[in-house]
């Protein structure tokens, strides 16, 4: 009966670091990245050219960038996390094709982004994608 109570303590000894080094290992490869995704876009009929703005987002040590692919004059843009706290919150006067801002990540998914512009509106979010 001793052998058998003393094998049973072996075993949980062991098999308990096993367990908990497998659930960090799983923790550790999950990797994540953020995406950006329209929710509503209104353009104001101030020029007759079309709205040429696309946005991308990327993680980057820490941080998300937002990218704006097209020139922009004028655009106020702000950021709110889950909480309704308020990440970013930047007046761009002119935005270069290719121009980037950045906030900490601070992993309060979803990131509501709003841009407006003399030129148009737009409601967008970021959400965190697991990558497997």
Same mark, same amino acid.
């Given at each position: 009966?001793?052998?058998?109570?003393?094998?049973?303590?072996?075993?949980?000894?062991?098999?308990?670091?096993?367990?908990?080094?497998?659930?960090?290992?799983?923790?550790?490869?999950?990797?994540?990245?953020?995406v950006?995704?329209?929710?509503?876009? &209104?353009?104001?009929?101030? !020029?007759?050219? @079309?709205?040429?703005?696309?946005? +991308?987002?990327?993680?980057? %040590?820490?941080a998300?960038?937002?990218?704006?692919?097209?020139?922009?004059?004028?655009?106020?843009?702000?950021?709110?996390?889950?909480?309704g706290?308020?990440?970013?919150?930047?007046?761009?006067?002119?935005?270069?094709?290719?121009?980037?801002? &950045?906030?900490?990540?601070? !992993?309060?998914? @979803?990131?509501?982004?709003?841009? +407006?512009?003399?030129?148009? %509106?737009?409601?967008?979010?970021?959400?965190?994608?697991?990558?497997?």
């Open positions: 009966m001793k052998m058998k109570c003393s094998f049973f303590v072996l075993w949980m000894f062991l098999l308990i670091p096993l367990i908990t080094y497998a659930g960090e290992n799983e923790k550790t490869s999950r990797k994540h990245r953020s950006f995704r329209v929710i509503a876009k &209104s353009e104001h009929d101030v !020029e007759r050219c @079309p709205m040429a703005c696309n946005v +991308t987002v990327s993680d980057v %040590d820490n998300i960038q937002i990218c704006f692919m097209g020139i922009l004059s004028d655009v106020t843009v702000s950021v709110t996390d889950n909480e706290n308020i990440v970013l919150h930047e007046l761009l006067s002119d935005i270069q094709d290719g121009q980037i801002c &950045s906030f900490d990540n601070m !992993e309060n998914y @979803p990131y509501t982004v709003e841009m +407006t512009s003399p030129k148009f %509106d737009m409601l967008g979010e970021i959400i965190e994608e697991i990558i497997y």
